[in-house]
C-alpha cells in the first residue's frame, strides 16, 4: 500500500465513523463546539500527515488520534483556564506594589539593610551581594576575587552576623 492509499483510507476511515468519532470526543471535552474544533483539527492532522508505516487498522488508528487530541484540547484549556482570568475578576486584585504603608516599611527595611552592610569593609559587602544578589558560588567568588574559599565563607559569615545584629530593628508588617 502506498502513502498517499494510507492517508485516503485514514480521511475516508474518519469521514465514514465520523459520528462515533465525535462521541468519543464529546465524552471527553463535554461541549459540543470543543468537539467540533477537535474533530477538525483531526481530520487535517490525519489528511496531512505524511506517514510511512502502514496502518492495520485505520478506525482504531483514528479513535486513538481523536482521543489524543481531545486530551490535549483539556489539558490546554485547564492550563489556560489557571492563566487567563476573567476581566471582571482583575478588578479585585491587590496592586503589585502594595499599599502605600507597604511600600513606606519596605523602603525603611532596605535602609536599614543597607546601612548594616554600610559598615563592612567594601570587599565583605561585594562578596555577600556576589553570593546573596548574583547567585555565585563560594568557589566562583574565591577564583574571581583571587582569594581562598575559607575567606569568602569568614566575610559572608561577617556580613549575615552584621545583619542578624539589626534584625531587631526591622519592621515585620
Known amino acids: 500500500m502506498s502513502e498517499g492509499e494510507v492517508q485516503s483510507d485514514l480521511g475516508a476511515t ?9 462521541r468519543a470526543v464529546l ?21 496531512g500527515a505524511a506517514t510511512a508505516m502502514v496502518i492495520k487498522q485505520p478506525l482504531g488508528y483514528c479513535f486513538q488520534v481523536v482521543r489524543n487530541m481531545a486530551l490535549d484540547h483539556c489539558r490546554r484549556s485547564s492550563l489556560e483556564a489557571g492563566l ?10 491587590p496592586a503589585a506594589l502594595g ?5 513606606a516599611i519596605s523602603r525603611q527595611n532596605l535602609a536599614i539593610v543597607d546601612q548594616a552592610l554600610g559598615t563592612l569593609p567594601e570587599r565583605t ?6 553570593y546573596h544578589v548574583s547567585g555565585l558560588t563560594q568557589r566562583d567568588i574565591a577564583q574571581n576575587l583571587g582569594v581562598s574559599i575559607g575567606l569568602v565563607n569568614g566575610m559572608i559569615r561577617d ?10 530593628l526591622l519592621a515585620t508588617e
Open 14 to 22: 474518519f469521514l465514514m465513523h465520523r459520528i462515533p468519532l465525535r
Open 99 to 103: 499599599a502605600p504603608e507597604q511600600k
Open 125 to 130: 559587602r561585594k562578596v555577600f551581594e556576589m
Open 84 to 93: 487567563f482570568a476573567q476581566e471582571e475578576e482583575g478588578h479585585h486584585v
Open 27 to 47: 465524552s471527553i471535552v463535554g461541549k459540543p463546539e470543543q468537539a467540533d474544533d477537535v474533530m477538525q483539527d483531526a481530520y487535517v492532522k490525519l489528511i
Open 159 to 168: 556580613a549575615t552576623n552584621a545583619l542578624m545584629g539589626c534584625r531587631h
